[in-house]
């Protein structure tokens, strides 16, 4: 891995251990030509191979907001064990509850280690970049794998520490207070969705009415499991806030960071005989639905009127 001679010693993190729901795990032979410091040119296409398998899994898995930071991520770690190893390079990509995991083996015992590499210095830089993009990274006890991990959904810039995303363009006013959960989005995503709504807001004060509150919440769950393209492993997150105002704010926010068709959406009504879809189920309950794309996704909003004006 990287001469310590090159950067000084950091302490590894150890890699978390948690419960595996999807992965994928590759080996590219090491050219003869590749030495300590000299990458053959057969050796240098490999990250290039290893851009495309992250882009088909990562797509496949639901997560194309993390294809950038993951083939950016990974193009450091192999090229970096291509330069600084000494056997077969191994990438092993895996998805934890709330984690993206990217593991690389080079065989060499050596600890990679972060250093103070010269801001126009070309040796050090690649591990330098993997702890400014990753949340977390590290390296096996023997030294042979590196690994660094990226969260599902990074926080906005705007989501206060309680959880909901104070986008301009949907909420003008601070709550009152907020809450949020996450859900698996598995075939129970949405029941539990409105379950967990009328449950919480019958313990609170809110002026509004909860049976509508809980179907639009509902029906806000629905439409993220249905359209947004997520395994069903995966989690999503989803808000509630009340305002001074009265009104409540329920927030799901999913993946894709796009709403095709949503003026459509918006106007839709059934014909005869026609089944109701969830959106326009939460509009004839009184709800105003927005939404934003933020970072990693996009949020859908539910504005909710108070029933009465609160005092």
């Avoid at 490999?46 to 992250?54: E, K, L």
């Avoid at 600084?84 to 065989?107: F, K, N, P, Q």
């Avoid at 075939?187 to 409105?194: K, L, M, P, Y």
């Avoid at 809980?214 to 997150?237: D, T």
């Amino acid at each position: 891995m990287t001469p310590t001679a090159i950067v000084a010693r950091t302490d590894p993190e150890v890699p978390p251990r948690c419960r595996v729901y999807a992965e994928t795990d590759m080996s590219f032979a090491r050219s003869s030509g590749s030495t300590a410091g000299a990458i053959a040119t057969a050796d240098r296409a490999v990250p290039r191979q290893v851009r495309r398998i992250i882009e088909t899994r990562l797509t496949r898995w639901g997560l194309p907001g993390l294809i950038d930071s993951a083939q950016l991520l990974a193009t450091e770690l192999v090229t970096n064990a291509f330069e600084h190893g000494c056997g077969d390079v191994g990438v092993r990509l895996y998805l934890t509850a709330t984690h993206l995991v990217i593991e690389v083996r080079d065989g060499s015992h050596e600890l990679p280690v972060l250093g103070a590499a010269a801001v126009d210095g070309v040796d050090g830089r690649g591990l330098f970049l993997v702890a400014s993009i990753a949340d977390r990274w590290g390296v096996s006890h023997d030294g042979t794998t590196t690994w660094c991990s990226l969260p599902f959904l990074r926080r906005n810039g705007d989501m206060e520490e309680e959880g909901i995303v104070a986008i301009p363009a949907l909420v003008h006013d601070e709550s009152v207070w907020t809450r949020h959960a996450q859900f698996r989005a598995g075939e129970h995503a949405a029941s539990n969705a409105r379950n967990y709504t009328r449950m919480y807001l019958s313990q609170q004060p809110v002026p509004v009415n909860i049976e509508a509150a809980a179907a639009i919440g509902h029906a806000l769950m629905a439409n993220a499991v249905a359209y947004s393209g997520v395994p069903g492993y995966a989690v999503i997150p989803m808000h509630w806030a009340l305002l001074p105002s009265g009104e409540l704010v329920i927030q799901v926010l999913d993946a894709r960071c796009d709403f095709p068709d949503f003026d459509e959406a918006m106007k839709w009504e059934p014909a005869e005989g026609e089944s109701p879809r969830g959106l326009w189920t939460a509009r004839r309950l009184g709800a105003e639905i927005a939404y934003a794309p933020v970072e990693g996704g996009k949020v859908v909003q539910a504005l909710i009127k108070p029933a009465t004006t609160p005092a």
